[in-house]
């Protein structure tokens, strides 16, 4: 019973801040809400036993893209000024539209009969073990992974070079 109220506990969280990066004013906060959201559904994977997918979470979305947002929103000064409303008048037909498709899914993978819940749903640990050695393998998949991490190496400079202002004051 404590790994449910621990599940419950951690979907709420991310639930509540992943509303919080879409409704919030300031661009930097909800960068750190994205964060904290992408942590929770790490979290949510480990208590999945899906330690791949978590791993994959943290490294990918929070370490690479969440902090690549997070660079960009403070090298560009004129979007973290921005106090404007960050919302629509009809904000509500989205939430209607939301809650129709949630309930759509919802009902669906209730009335599917192959549907498990629990952990233990994906294969063991020797899967990370076969993956990690294909992403050094020269023969796999090295060459893509390195590329992949050069480009975007070359995406946070290309970001930086365009976000520094010159020195005759033209941004």
């Not at 509500?92 to 952990?119: D, N, T």
């Amino acid at each position: 019973m404590p790994l449910q109220i621990l599940f419950l506990i951690v979907a709420a969280i991310t639930l509540i801040s992943a509303v919080m990066v879409v409704t919030v004013r300031r661009m930097m906060h909800a960068a750190l809400w994205l964060v904290l959201s992408l942590f929770g559904v790490a979290l949510l994977f480990a208590m999945l036993d899906a330690s791949f997918y978590a791993v994959i979470q943290l490294i990918v979305y929070i370490g690479a893209i969440a902090i690549l947002v997070i660079f960009a929103v403070m090298l560009t000064r004129r979007v973290m000024d921005d106090d404007a409303a960050q919302s629509t008048k009809n904000w509500w037909a989205a939430l209607i539209a939301v809650l129709i498709v949630f309930g759509a899914i919802a009902a669906a993978a209730m009335s599917w009969s192959k549907l498990q819940v629990g952990p233990g749903l994906l294969p063991g640990n020797t899967i990370m073990f076969d993956f990690g050695s294909a992403l050094i393998d020269p023969q796999k998949y090295a060459i893509p992974f390195e590329v992949s991490s050069v480009l975007l190496l070359a995406a946070v400079i290309g970001a930086i070079t365009v976000a520094v202002e010159r020195k005759g004051g033209k941004g």
